[in-house]
């Protein structure tokens, strides 16, 4: 899905730059893709890791998405945005005491438990509150997910219980009193492309499924799948067809009926990058364009602190160039910092630019601001915006360079 950009070009052409626009109704296509077209028993949650605005929270529990959360500040949010409990699993390595505290005062549907020592501390938690409390088993899986971009499983992980240390486990479950063991969950990769891939992941989570419940002698009601579900950044023509996947897992869903036709049995999807990235956009203006020695370089406002992860993970984001101009260039986009990682393209054939330029920078709704590193050289932060509806509000205000070095404590006698 591809960035209306012309529907706002008014806006982009007349707010100071670099900001990020979301388009919020893209979160909408997007989460009904999947759900009009994967099994019904589907229920999607939003791994608010991918972009963690409130305004975010707002639109998918609007939808009926649930939220899946890592940290005490991502589960506060949702409090706040009056998201049940009830729909929100909360998953991530070391968690808090603070956030499992959290986690168990409020009920939330399940915490993911990492490691068995984790397993352990929600009992007692638990126990001190007088409470119940449901968990999922995140599994580090022995299985891989070949050609994506990142591997969670496969090999020693920081992530999840490993499936050989279930019958540690097993040994252990008598002594849980306050944890209600509901589930598995399976997060093995993410930017996943290949549909193949996809289906393979499904089935090998539920053999994993039907592994546990053997190795340990319980029965489950949930299976929670981090999709990892990857978007077509290079705009190639790669975008997972959800039609088609759809169809294929119905056939997964088929072959584990017995599974799926418990009562009340759950199935969670979790997605961060999917319903997200393609909302949003990084938009900036050219401010300087030089030559060194063979090679052309356009500078820009801002840089990398802004948009890490095309440096952090060496994957570019497709540029649009928003000038009419038919010659084109080979060019190196870079940033302000003092860093050569700092470049958003390096040798692209882009329209040809001139200072004032805008360029606006795609699939920059995940992974995109929180990810960044903003305090990187003390530049003014990039404010975001959300295209709703008919409207387009500001749900960030940017922070300048004097309000960073206002937040500095000055300590009033330094002794060197
Ligand atoms: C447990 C878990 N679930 C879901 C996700 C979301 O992954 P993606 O953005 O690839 O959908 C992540 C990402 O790190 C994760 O750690």
């Not at 958003?344 to 330029?357: C, N, R, V």
């Not at 795609?362 to 915006?385: K, N, R, V």
Request: charged residues 25%.
């Amino acid at each position: 899905m591809r960035f209306p950009t012309n529907k706002y070009i008014e806006f982009i052409k007349n707010t100071k730059k670099p900001f990020f626009l979301y388009d919020g109704e893209i979160l909408e296509k997007k989460y009904k893709l999947i759900k009009d077209n994967f099994p019904e028993e589907i229920d999607v949650f939003f791994s608010m890791k991918a972009n963690p605005n409130i305004n975010f929270i707002k639109i998918f529990k609007n939808i009926g998405a649930g939220l899946e959360i890592a940290s005490v500040g991502e589960l506060t949010a949702c409090l706040k945005m009056g998201v049940n409990p009830k729909k929100i699993v909360f998953a991530g390595p070391a968690k808090s005491i603070e956030g499992l505290t959290l986690a168990v005062e409020n009920s939330i549907y399940s915490i993911n438990i990492e490691s068995i020592q984790e397993l352990k501390r929600v009992d007692k938690i638990a126990e001190k509150l007088n409470k119940k409390q449901v968990v999922n088993l995140r599994i580090n899986p022995k299985f891989k997910i070949e050609n994506s971009l990142l591997q969670m499983g496969g090999g020693a992980m920081k992530f999840g219980i490993d499936e050989d240390q279930l019958i540690e486990l097993k040994e252990e479950m008598n002594s849980f009193k306050n944890i209600i063991i509901d589930g598995i969950h399976v997060f093995a990769a993410s930017q996943i492309l290949k549909e193949e891939l996809i289906i393979e992941y499904f089935e090998n989570a539920f053999k994993l499924l039907r592994k546990v419940e053997n190795t340990i002698g319980i029965k489950v009601k949930t299976i929670d799948i981090g999709s990892g579900f990857g978007i077509d950044y290079e705009k190639k023509n790669n975008e997972l067809n959800m039609v088609s996947i759809g169809k294929n897992l119905k056939d997964v869903f088929n072959k584990n009926r017995d599974i799926l036709d418990r009562d009340n049995f759950k199935v969670i999807l979790e997605s961060g990058r999917y319903l997200s990235a393609e909302s949003g956009v990084y938009v900036t203006e050219v401010t300087d364009i030089k030559t060194s020695i063979d090679k052309k370089f356009v500078l820009v406002k801002g840089g990398i602190n802004h948009l890490l992860r095309p440096a952090l993970i060496k994957h570019s984001h497709k540029i649009e160039v928003l000038n009419e101009n038919i010659e084109n260039d080979v060019v190196s986009i870079g940033g302000q910092l003092c860093t050569g990682l700092d470049f958003f393209a390096i040798d692209q054939i882009l329209p040809k630019m001139e200072i004032g330029d805008i360029i606006t920078i795609l699939d920059a709704g995940a992974y995109g601001y929180s990810e960044s590193m903003l305090y990187f050289l003390s530049h003014d932060f990039p404010s975001e915006y959300l295209a709703y509806k008919t409207e387009i509000n500001m749900i960030r205000k940017s922070k300048n360079s004097i309000d960073i070095i206002n937040e500095q404590i000055e300590l009033s006698e330094l002794i060197i």
